[in-house]
């Protein structure tokens, strides 16, 4: 599986979120060398708060003015910080007065975070902020065993473009930034207002509002809880609710659980699948996102077809244009910076060559079987990257490949434990925890990384 000549090449990393930040330097570890594009002036991607919201707050109007983060001002990590962080670099409380040391910390302590990471592994060199990439092309066919794509970006004054040849793109745009909406029978003749998560920041507006809030996402929960403190009403409905009547969390007088919306009506009212109907003012859909790769022009080789990226070989890969064209951090319910991680130590290493790929065909078979296995248990297509079951034996099968360590059983155990933890106690789960054993563990091994 391992050869000794390795190979450095030209990669273009789109992207200064977690991911491409973490692909820089396991890239440049392997002796590639990296250039970082990033359209913001700031790395960290879904991490950096922003108050401004889109043009169109429900994110659809394709001429709106674009925010790429969906970050809200409550926000806490759904996460403890000892399994969110990177495997090699702990996320720790660097100073406890000035910092946020919980551990569930706010959005902003992920953010120092990610600048301490860059900081460390002196990643800022590797960056060209406010560059946006604008086209990502191959070059002539006969160029393309050694890899080589046309690379257009456009710079701050968003006027000149300019135009460079990369062996190989890694692709780390995020995919919490282009709205899912639900659709709702009837929602053309309906008055009200519509919003996606997305576009929320604080409950003010909401004050005083009926709003029925869509989805059951880790959003969903924060959101509605947060707009229940000032809101007339709070009606969450989702599809995992079946109960034939609305039932109320306890410890709230005016948020109410309902199974999906069946129909919008002209008077402004909703109807539920559970019968009971609710004069309306706002609706916050909180149903994810879209994958979306505006710049990549692959002559249709690779395409999201109801949110599946493919064909793609362990869902980086895709087979035709291995190892020169390569996705990090699509899969969704995973703890997404370690995975990353591992995804970009195995591309960087394969594009060195001391990691060897299958052939094409044996990817696209194992991608064909992968996507019958998914259809024969009746899985939709946008559940493709959906790694809820099965995330650290990906990781770990990565981590064989790479090879290092595979994950460790202390963030197994703890991610399992706040998983169980969220759903017995979703308002107080993050400040309080029984994993103290694994908690020991964790900083017991975290030592290795201190100096
Ligand atoms: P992003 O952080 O989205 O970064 C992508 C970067 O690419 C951005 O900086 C963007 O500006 C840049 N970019 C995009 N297009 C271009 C282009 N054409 N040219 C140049 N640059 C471009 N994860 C956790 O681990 N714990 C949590 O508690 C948690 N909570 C979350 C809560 C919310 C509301 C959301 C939306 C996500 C949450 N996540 C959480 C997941 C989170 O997205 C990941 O942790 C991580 O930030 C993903 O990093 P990324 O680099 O893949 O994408």
């Given at each position: 599986m391992q050869s000794q000549i390795t190979t450095s090449y030209k990669v273009a990393v789109i992207g200064a979120g977690a991911a491409g930040l973490v692909a820089a330097r396991e890239l440049r570890r392997e002796g590639h060398q990296v250039v970082v594009f990033e359209r913001n002036s700031t790395i960290g991607g879904t991490w950096v708060y922003d108050t401004a919201t889109e043009s169109d707050p429900l994110g659809v109007d394709p001429s709106r003015t674009i925010v790429h983060?969906?970050?809200?001002?409550?926000?806490?990590?759904?996460?403890?910080?000892?399994?969110?962080?990177?495997l090699d670099y702990p996320f720790l409380p660097k100073d406890v007065k000035q910092r946020d040391s919980r551990r569930f910390p706010g959005h902003r302590e992920v953010l120092h975070y990610l600048e301490d990471f860059m900081s460390e592994f002196e990643l800022t060199e590797l960056i060209r902020f406010e560059t946006q990439v604008i086209h990502v092309g191959l070059l002539k066919e006969e160029e393309q065993q050694v890899g080589k794509w046309l690379v257009?970006?456009?710079?701050?004054?968003?006027?000149?473009?300019?135009?460079?040849?990369?062996?190989?793109?890694?692709?780390?745009?995020?995919?919490?930034?282009v709205?899912?909406?639900?659709?709702?029978?009837?929602?053309?003749?309906?008055?009200?207002?519509?919003?996606?998560?997305?576009?929320?920041r604080v409950p003010d507006p909401f004050?005083?509002?009926?709003?029925?809030?869509?989805?059951?996402?880790?959003?969903?929960?924060?959101?509605?809880?947060?707009?229940?403190?000032?809101?007339?009403?709070?009606?969450?409905?989702?599809?995992?609710?079946?109960?034939?009547?609305?039932?109320?969390?306890?410890?709230?007088?005016?948020?109410?659980?309902?199974?999906?919306i069946k129909s919008a009506h002209d008077d402004g009212t909703l109807v539920f699948q559970d019968g009971s109907s609710v004069l309306v003012d706002v609706i916050l859909h909180c149903t994810g996102y879209k994958y979306d790769f505006p710049f990549l022009e692959t002559?249709?080789?690779?395409?999201v077809d109801d949110n599946r990226v493919g064909p793609l070989y362990e869902h980086v890969f895709p087979p035709s244009l291995a190892p020169w064209l390569s996705f990090i951090g699509l899969p969704w319910k995973v703890v997404p910076f370690p995975l990353c991680e591992l995804q970009s130590k195995w591309v960087a290493g394969i594009l060195s060559g001391r990691i060897s790929l299958p052939s094409q065909e044996e990817m696209m078979s194992n991608v064909e079987a992968f996507y019958a296995k998914l259809e024969a248990a009746g899985m939709p297509k946008r559940y493709?990257?959906?790694?809820?079951?099965?995330?650290?034996?990906?990781?770990?099968?990565?981590?064989a490949r790479c090879p290092c360590a595979p994950i460790e059983e202390w963030r197994k155990q703890m991610y399992a434990a706040t998983s169980k933890n969220k759903v017995i106690q979703p308002e107080t789960y993050r400040d309080e925890w029984e994993d103290h054993n694994w908690l020991l563990q964790a900083h017991k091994d975290f030592h290795q990384y201190m100096s």
């Open positions: 983060t969906s970050l809200y001002d409550s926000l806490r990590t759904n996460l403890p910080r000892e399994v969110m962080g990177f257009r970006s456009r710079g701050k004054d968003r006027i000149v473009e300019d135009d460079e040849v990369y062996n190989a793109v890694v692709v780390c745009n995020g995919h919490y930034s709205p899912r909406v639900a659709e709702i029978p009837g929602i053309g003749v309906w008055p009200g207002k519509q919003i996606h998560s997305h576009n929320y004050c005083k509002k009926v709003v029925v809030l869509i989805g059951s996402s880790a959003s969903a929960c924060d959101i509605s809880r947060d707009i229940a403190k000032v809101a007339k009403e709070v009606h969450v409905a989702s599809r995992s609710i079946t109960s034939e009547t609305p039932t109320k969390p306890v410890g709230y007088n005016n948020l109410w659980m309902h199974s999906m002559a249709n080789i690779v395409t493709t990257h959906n790694m809820a079951s099965y995330q650290f034996e990906y990781d770990d099968w990565l981590a």
